[in-house]
């Protein structure tokens, strides 16, 4: 059983940066790959990034591709969503989620383990 729990959301304004985390415990961590989604009010949750075991490989959501980067750090059993130039279509829950697979899955049915979620508001 694997446990994740995210945090670092928080309001910022348009334009602005920040940096959201997920520890995972209860598991092998670096057999894992590692997925952001996030769920806007009223909406369906969608794929943000993922990233591999080794973290060599990543693949990101065409709306944010340039301005979020996926990162891991494999011995402090965490995964990073760096989020620049924000946009206040970013406002979500961000969640991130693992999965047992090779290769960078895109859909919330191929990840198994699921974080709470942490509340990202950008203003305008």
């Known amino acids: 059983q694997v446990q994740l729990v995210e945090s670092g959301g928080g309001l910022v304004q348009a334009g602005g940066s920040l940096r959201v985390s997920c520890a995972a415990s209860g598991g092998t961590f670096s057999s894992y790959v590692m997925g952001w989604f996030r769920q806007a009010p009223g909406k369906e949750r969608e794929f943000v990034a993922a990233i591999s075991q080794s973290g060599y490989n990543t693949r990101y959501a065409d709306s944010v591709k340039g301005r979020f980067t996926i990162s891991r750090d494999n011995a402090k059993n965490k995964v990073y969503l760096q989020m620049n130039r924000l946009k206040p279509e970013d406002t979500a829950v961000y969640y991130c989620?693992?999965?047992?697979?090779?290769?960078?899955?895109?859909?919330?049915?191929?990840?198994?383990?699921w974080g709470q979620g942490t509340q990202v508001t950008v203003s305008s």
């Open positions: 989620a693992s999965a047992p697979f090779i290769g960078l899955p895109t859909t919330t049915s191929q990840y198994d383990y």
